[in-house]
């Protein structure tokens, strides 16, 4: 806009920045161009690859190994201690059949 008028110097100021605006998204668009190019012309190296200490499938029996732990501790102290019993009751079938009769209705 070159114009032999004078120019608001605001609107000067915005032509400005406007123009140094579109200078870096030019500058911008062509360092992307020329790392897509780089990129094409040298496959990627691979320096670390993550490797998993304990495969997913050792993992999911370890979990079900924990929880069938921790259900008998806690059936252990549950039956023992709250419920005065012994310890090894706990284990027995006949204790089990006992309770599911009582669930039941039988007893």
Known sequence: MENNKKQHPIISKIIALKDSLLGKINARKERKKELTEHEESEPKRTFWVQ?????????????????????????????????????????????????MDIINGKE
């Open 51 to 99: 490797i998993r200490l304990i495969p997913i499938w050792l993992r999911i029996i370890l979990i079900a190994l924990l929880l069938v732990l921790v259900s008998i501790i806690g059936l252990q102290i549950g039956y023992s201690y709250i419920g005065d019993g012994d310890t090894k009751d706990v284990l027995k079938k006949e204790t089990w059949t006992h309770i």
